[in-house]
Nanobody
Framework: QVKLVESGGGLVQSGGSLRLACVCS????????MGWFRQAPGKEREFVAS????????LYGRSMEGRFTISRSHHEKTLYLRMDSLESEDTAMYYC?????????????????WGQGTQVTVSS
C-alpha cells in the first residue's frame, strides 16, 4: 500500500518562504504523477501543483505560478513544494497525492492516495 507523509509546514510571516516535502513509502513513486492540493477552513480543496513521473512536465494553480515550484527526487522518493512570497491567503492544510496517469493533472479524482497533510500558516 502506497503511503505518503508530508512535512515542512509551519508558521511564516507574509513574504516568507517554506519548502514542503512528501515522502513516498514505495519506489513505484517513480511511476506516479504527484500533486499538491490545499484546503483552508470553510473552503473547497484547491489544486496547487502537479508534476509528471519524469519531472519534465509541471502544472500550477492560477495563483501559484511564479511563486511556487514543484519538484521531485526519485532517489529520495520525495516530492517537494517550494513556496516563496507567501501571502495570508496561502494559509491552509497542504496535501500531497499520487496518481497513475502520465501527465500532470489538476483534478483531485485523478489521484488514488493522499497524505495526512501539513499545516501552513502565513501571518500578515
Amino acid at each position: 500500500q502506497v503511503k505518503l507523509v508530508e512535512s515542512g509546514g509551519g508558521l511564516v510571516q507574509s513574504g516568507g518562504s517554506l519548502r514542503l516535502a512528501c515522502v513516498c513509502s514505495e519506489y513505484s513513486f517513480n511511476n506516479f504523477i504527484m500533486g499538491w492540493f490545499r484546503q483552508a477552513p470553510g473552503k473547497e480543496r484547491e489544486f496547487v501543483a502537479s508534476i509528471s513521473p519524469s519531472g519534465t512536465n509541471v502544472l500550477y494553480g492560477r495563483s501559484m505560478e511564479g511563486r511556487f515550484t514543484i519538484s521531485r527526487s526519485h532517489h529520495e522518493k520525495t516530492l517537494y513544494l517550494r513556496m516563496d512570497s507567501l501571502e495570508s491567503e496561502d494559509t491552509a492544510m497542504y496535501y500531497c497525492a499520487a496518481g497513475r496517469t502520465t501527465v500532470p493533472n489538476r483534478k483531485a479524482q485523478m489521484y488514488f492516495t493522499w497524505g495526512q497533510g501539513t499545516q501552513v500558516t502565513v501571518s500578515s
